[in-house]
């Protein structure tokens, strides 16, 4: 596919010399510097032949007979320049590239790329010669910045343009370079100034070298603050879908549940089982395993909830400390029962195609797409939890059994059964937070045990039985933590965040939202 390309490159390009026999010699035969300085030749005027040449090298299939050079794929030898078959003596042997060889024939087909009809494979190439900008490659640069349509990539062209430029003996041309850099956006650009700054004799040139280091700077500064910012949200978007269950089972039943994260990591596994599912039965639509893992991992978490609340917790209502017990007991089996399932080790659970990559705004700051409909998700969630809990029938009754008991069930409520349904209801959304957490790191029987001790902080913060603070505190101390962390580390991040919540705390126990109504002041 890449020589399809490459062809297509060169057949795009103006008409341009054909590669001749002594050009494939000096390429092919010599010292490293004599076949660096004959490949740039080459590329200058390069065409067709000589894409298909320097690819055939980098693919280690040419070989070399005296003076004679061929091209050898599949035991079938061709002639670099003509491409017709020819015959390949017994005696031939291979041309071997050491890495600072095989560094410029890497440089050369990407320099070849800028031709390419696909814009896609241009903006590579681009980044390619960002990395490693050579004044031998600047008369392929000129001309593909001069045919450049794409106005982005032509002000990359631009820039990579004037890195290449920053090295040339006449003045006038390293101030014009320096001052264009001042508008890169991308890192590999501070290195560059910054050696060059270091060698620069001219004081103008070294002036204009400095303010647009400065200039860098500033946007790579941008990128970091944006980044953390982003690590930060998306964070927060994870303690709060794995929050968000707690925040039933805690915040509203008053039930200190300790399996939540066992809850959470049997949503995790639900997911890895329905990807083996569609691995094994439907291949071809693997892509949408995500899709059918959702409602999976509710169901699996939430059965495993009602079941644990309708033979254990059901008895155990009013009594936090056995409650506490009981629940950390089950959380130590259900850990040993995926163990004895699934082995001990960290099972993978792969991304779909439309969940890879990412969307890049500055040179230092790409969004995973992971992370992106992660924190989409989690925001889906809470709106759904939201409507449900205020706007339906099951929450009008949650709600009513959580404030005052004896008078919902005078109105005729079921109050176990309702129990059952709102353990549940917290149990899935668990499950789902497991979901989502599959697809940032591994799934393992310890999953849960990360994020139990962050998610009662979260409830605790927000105040408890209030969904507004549990949003509130999760994003809060995910931006929190993330900002201290680029200052101090991921350590004394954590240190830092819970000595804050604990002071917090210590002046305002009810958390950012305290309960209002006749049951709070009772």
């Given amino acids: 596919m890449k020589r399809l390309l490459l062809l297509l490159a060169l057949a795009w390009m103006a008409p341009a010399q054909a590669l001749t026999a002594d050009e ?24 067709d032949r000589t894409a298909a040449f320097l690819q055939a090298l980098a693919d280690d299939v040419v070989k070399v007979a005296g003076d004679k050079v061929f091209i050898v794929r599949d035991g ?8 017709a078959a020819v015959d390949v003596p017994a005696d031939a042997e291979d041309v071997v590239s050491n890495n600072r060889m095989r560094s410029e024939l890497d440089g050369a087909l990407a320099a070849l790329q800028l031709f390419s009809p696909d814009a896609a494979l241009r903006r590579r190439a681009v980044q390619s010669l960002q990395k490693e900008p050579d004044e031998a490659r600047l008369p392929l640069i000129e001309k593909a910045y001069a045919a450049e349509k794409d106005a982005g990539i032509r002000d990359q062209l631009g820039l990579v343009r004037a890195a290449v430029l920053l090295g040339s003996s006449d003045k006038g041309k390293r101030l014009e370079a320096a001052r264009l850099l001042g508008g890169s956006r991308n890192p590999a650009t501070k290195p560059l100034l910054v050696e ?50 707690l925040a039933i089972t805690y915040g509203l039943m008053g039930v200190i549940n300790m399996a939540h994260g066992e809850l959470m990591m049997i949503g995790a596994y639900a997911t890895y089982v329905v990807q083996g599912v569609f691995r094994s039965w439907l291949p071809g639509h693997f892509d949408w395993y995500l ?43 259900l850990m040993q029962l995926v163990r004895s399932v699934f082995g001990a080790q960290n099972v993978g659970v792969e991304n779909p195609s439309w969940m890879s990559g990412g969307v890049v705004l500055l040179g230092n700051l790409q969004l995973p797409w992971n992370r992106i409909v992660i924190v989409g998700f989690a925001f889906a969630v809470l709106a759904g939890m939201a409507f449900l809990i205020a706007r339906t029938r099951l929450g009008l009754f949650v709600r009513g059994v959580t404030q005052n008991r004896p008078i919902a069930s005078c109105m ?61 505190a999760a994003l809060g101390l995910g931006i929190l933590n993330k900002f201290i962390e680029g200052w ?35």
């Fill in 76 to 83: 079938k030898g061709a002639d670099p320049v003509t491409g």
């Fill in 291 to 333: 899709v059918a893992a959702v409602p999976v991992s509710f169901a699996a978490s939430a059965a495993v909830g009602a079941i644990l609340e309708r033979g254990v917790i059901r008895f155990l209502y009013g009594r936090p400390l056995e409650t506490l017990l009981a629940t950390w007991g089950i959380s130590l089996m």
């Fill in 196 to 245: 060059r700054l270091r060698e620069e004799p001219e004081a103008e040139v070294k002036a204009a070298l400095a303010a647009s280091l400065r200039q860098v700077d500033a946007a790579l500064a941008w990128g970091d603050r944006l980044g953390a910012l982003f690590s930060g949200v998306s964070l927060g978007s994870i303690l709060l879908l794995v929050a968000l269950g």
């Fill in 24 to 47: 494939a010699k000096a390429i092919a035969l010599g010292e490293s510097d004599a076949r660096i300085e004959a490949l740039n030749k080459a590329i200058a005027t390069a065409d």
């Fill in 412 to 472: 005729g409520v079921n109050t176990a059964r309702i129990d059952t349904y709102a353990f549940a209801l917290g149990s899935g959304i668990a499950g789902l937070a497991g979901c989502a957490l599959s697809q940032i790191g591994n799934v393992g029987p310890d999953l849960g045990q990360a994020y139990i001790v962050d998610s009662f902080m979260v409830v605790v913060l927000g105040g408890v039985g209030q969904l507004a603070g549990t949003v509130y």
């Fill in 488 to 522: 101090a580390g991921a350590v004394l991040a954590k240190i830092a965040v819970l000595v804050l919540i604990v002071v917090f705390i210590q002046k305002r126990p009810q958390g950012l939202f305290a309960v209002r109504g006749r049951s709070a002041e009772a």
